[in-house]
């Protein structure tokens, strides 16, 4: 997201919160890649519920969307926005249509 940022023509503010450097366990590219501004990710797949995030909140939801899950039996679909302005608005609606 930072090259992105970098590269975008626009102006951009980058928030990158300290505590996800402790929290995350991802695989790291080591190529070079960007992420479309404005494009969100869903990263669970649901049918019950839709649930939004942004930076740390998004494991937040990761995690209480499995608890619904095991607890209640309900479906979350959960979507990192990535970005704020713009937000993906369409991948937005798409979920809540189909929750």
Not at 44 to 65: F, K, Y
Request: aromatic residues 6%; proline residues 5%; charged residues 25%.
């Amino acid at each position: 997201l930072l090259l992105s940022c970098i590269r975008d023509q626009n102006p951009c503010i980058f928030f990158e919160p300290k505590i996800l450097y402790r929290i995350a366990a991802e695989e790291v590219p080591v190529t070079d890649y960007t992420i479309p501004l404005s494009q969100a990710e869903v990263l669970r797949e649901g049918s019950d519920v839709t649930m939004i995030g942004w930076g740390t909140v998004v494991h937040v939801l990761l995690e209480v969307a499995q608890m619904a899950h095991d607890e209640l039996g309900v479906s979350c679909e959960v979507i990192d926005l990535q970005t704020i302005m713009p937000y993906d608005s369409e991948t937005i609606e798409k979920s809540v249509k189909k929750t």
